[in-house]
């Protein structure tokens, strides 16, 4: 389990290493023949697509339990607004939580998957906005 973050600072910086990290997984290099993957893929994933899918989930839920627990130890006061942009995120998380179980039991597509996945990252960059650079 993730160590709690301390601060809304730390949760902006975990945002921006995440959005970096998607950016250069996406983009890819640029020479399409140097791109092939160095390592195998980790266990119980089906395929890279299915494993940036889980890594993403992954960190979305480490971020919203840092959260969590920040705003419940009230080392993180969240604004009115923080808090509805916050909830949009978890939404957004229970959808592609389902979609991609789903995808692991044959009843939704990657396709689909991805696309709830995308949603949650989505609403990540918005939250990202939302709480500005700096700490509160």
Not at 10 to 39: R, W
Not at 74 to 82: C, I, M
């Amino acid at each position: 389990m993730t160590p709690p973050l301390k601060n809304k600072l730390e949760v902006i910086m975990v945002l921006v290493l995440f959005a970096l990290g998607l950016g250069m997984t996406v983009t890819g290099c640029l020479n399409p023949a140097a791109n092939t993957p160095s390592t195998a893929l980790a266990p119980g994933y089906i395929n890279a697509q299915d494993q940036t899918m889980g890594e993403v989930l992954g960190t979305a839920h480490g971020i919203v339990g840092g959260l969590l627990q920040q705003a419940t130890s009230g080392s993180f006061v969240p604004t009115a607004t923080e808090k509805l942009t916050i909830n949009s995120l978890v939404g957004a998380l229970n959808v592609a939580d389902a979609a991609y179980q789903g995808y692991h039991a044959g009843t939704v597509t990657e396709a689909q998957a991805a696309i709830a996945v995308s949603a949650v990252q989505t609403q990540q960059q918005l939250l990202q906005a939302q709480m500005g650079t700096g700490g509160k």
